[in-house]
């Protein structure tokens, strides 16, 4: 039996090592629940995008997880992916022309960019191409159309006629299917919050 001024040594160094980092079993789990960090929001890009929605954004930051949501001037952004812990990926939603906050929320816990995104309007689309440029004039041919300005709600007409499942890829790219019309060359035109553009006989 030891006598007890060394018993009390040898449990007072055992208290030192385990409170400097030491151990001589493996530690338990936490029984409590996790700790939940606070996200923080430093920047987005690009900083302005059509007031129709649909622009693609990376928003820069730290301490974003899976699950992360974002809105863009009050407005829930699409498409979000976290790509880490310091980048996300989203599309805006449609909003009123101006500045507006980006604020990522996740746990509950929101971070806040004022001002950092602004709505605008875009310039009038351009058309630059179609493919395929020639199909039935009974209509049913899916084509795509590129150029630039395009954005969510564009409408597009082929001869006059409108194309239907009018799908915007992106600013540069949308996909649409043709009505019928009479055979013969045709005007294609992309219609953008009331702006237009036109390529002549392009199909």
Same mark, same amino acid.
């Given at each position: ?21 030491g151990s001589t079993t493996a530690p338990t789990s936490p029984s409590g629940p996790g700790v939940i960090i606070a996200p /923080?929001?430093?920047g987005i890009a690009p900083k302005e995008g059509a007031s129709l929605g649909g622009t693609p954004v990376t928003i820069s ?7 992360? =949501? ?10 979000? !992916?976290?790509?880490? %812990?310091? %980048?996300?990926?989203? !599309? ?8 507006? @906050? !980006?604020?990522? +929320? ?5 971070? $806040?960019?004022? *001002? ?12 630059t191409s179609i493919f395929p440029y020639a199909g039935s004039s009974a209509g049913g041919t899916t084509v795509t159309i /590129?150029? +630039? ?5 564009? %409408?597009? /007409? ?8 009018? =799908? !915007?890829? %992106?600013? /540069? =790219? #949308? $996909? *649409? ?9 045709? @005007?294609?035109?992309?219609?953008? @919050?009331?702006? +237009?553009? +036109? #390529? *002549?006989?392009?199909?």
């Amino acid at each position: 039996m030891q006598p007890r001024p060394l018993l009390a040594a040898a449990t007072l160094a055992a208290l030192v090592f385990t409170a400097c980092g030491g151990s001589t079993t493996a530690p338990t789990s936490p029984s409590g629940p996790g700790v939940i960090i606070a996200p /923080t929001v430093t920047g987005i890009a690009p900083k302005e995008g059509a007031s129709l929605g649909g622009t693609p954004v990376t928003i820069s930051g730290a301490n974003f997880a899976a699950g992360a =949501s974002v809105t863009v001037g009050g407005v829930a952004a699409t498409n979000v !992916v976290v790509a880490g %812990s310091t %980048s996300i990926t989203a !599309v805006t939603g449609a909003h009123a022309l101006g500045p507006a @906050d !980006v604020v990522v +929320t996740q746990g509950g816990l929101s971070a $806040t960019l004022p *001002a950092a995104f602004t709505y605008i309007k875009l310039p009038p689309p351009t058309v630059t191409s179609i493919f395929p440029y020639a199909g039935s004039s009974a209509g049913g041919t899916t084509v795509t159309i /590129t150029g +630039t300005n395009f954005a969510p709600g564009a %409408s597009v /007409t082929i001869g006059g006629a409108a194309a239907t499942s009018v =799908s !915007v890829a %992106s600013l /540069t =790219s #949308l $996909t *649409a299917v043709t009505g019928p019309r009479s055979t013969g060359a045709a @005007d294609v035109v992309v219609i953008v @919050d009331g702006q +237009t553009g +036109t #390529l *002549a006989n392009a199909y």
